[in-house]
């Protein structure tokens, strides 16, 4: 039986797994108990096994200690969201959910463990990063600077999509995920009654200003052909309903698919809010924080990549992936070190499945045989390949 074959009898375990997973979510940065059991199984697999690594990441190693090695990463944190899906195995903790498929991502880099660790011997060292605190886009800076990265030749990762049906996989080939940003702008007017505006400077007035008109300057300001979108999610302001506000603090996500572009972004964004505030009798403070640049999968390691999903899977369920997403992927950071590639996962069943980060977000788990499937193939062809970078 080859090593690929045995995942029939891994899969019912595997299932379980999720599941608890799926009822007991962690917050990033918050992932002990998870990277406890990850750990666990790890070792019971027969990995060498480094804990906190970045924090609560987790590393396994097989193989020779020395020579060439290629390295799979899965991310393990949930999300602030309240589970609204009615299953069986939803979360137990209020607030908290696996809205964004990690643990399933954490149990296919199991099931790859499982499946690699029954090899009596392998041609290569093979690394396993279980990350934490994606969703903050920290995990991956986080266990880089803990050496995760030294001495890799190649990592692969994945990500489920709801937009792919369960039992295909998407390929692209350089750009995948969009640069990101954190965007804080800090609105300062000055306070008066509300029943005489002329006499204050509304700092509210002055922010819905700066939303509208900074939407309305990306089209007419910028090119095109490069896009480019900046989202307010959370707006703070006032004290009472009579007073006039003196400062408004409005936080946003930008977001962009060039590299250059998005570099100068952060002095185009001052610029235009400054003058914007200074046209209402105001000021702004702008504060800007790189979240992550953008992945760009390596196009020979995504040749490997889409070969074997063929092999395993079949023409059909192998999807090109068109277009780039806007969304973003701390994935990135670990590919400043080494080349990489990351497969985009189907996950919709056949009642359709929910975005990611919603509240009904609910994968089909024929998409976890899948992705094990997968990747653990194309470890095994790499090893027997070793690409060059």
Known sequence: MSLLDRLDQELPQLLELRRHLHAHPELSGEEHQTAALVAGELRAAGWRVQEAVGRTGVVAERGPEEGPTVGLRVDMDALPVEERTGLPYASTRQGVMHACGHDLHTCIGLGVARLLGSAEELPCRVRLLFQPAEELAQGAVWMRDAGATDGLDALFGVHVVPNLPAGTVGIRRGCLTAAAGELEIKVQGEGGHGAR???????????????????????????????????????????AFNVIADRVRLLGTVRCLDVQLHESLPGWIDETVQAICSSGGGSAQVNYRCIAPPVNNNPALT??????????????????????????EDFAELLRDVPGTMLRLGVSGSAGCAPLHHCRFQPDEEALEVGVTVLAATLLAWMDERPVR
């Open 303 to 328: 040749d490997l990549m889409e070969r074997c999903a063929v092999e395993r899977l079949g023409t059909d369920c192998v999807v090109p992936v068109e277009q780039p997403s806007l969304g973003a």
């Open 197 to 239: 505006p002329h006499q204050a400077v509304d700092a509210i007035w002055i922010a819905a200003r700066v939303i509208t008109e900074l939407q309305q300057s990306i089209a007419r300001r910028l090119d095109a052909l490069q896009p480019v979108v900046i989202s307010f999610g959370k707006v703070e302001g006032g004290r």
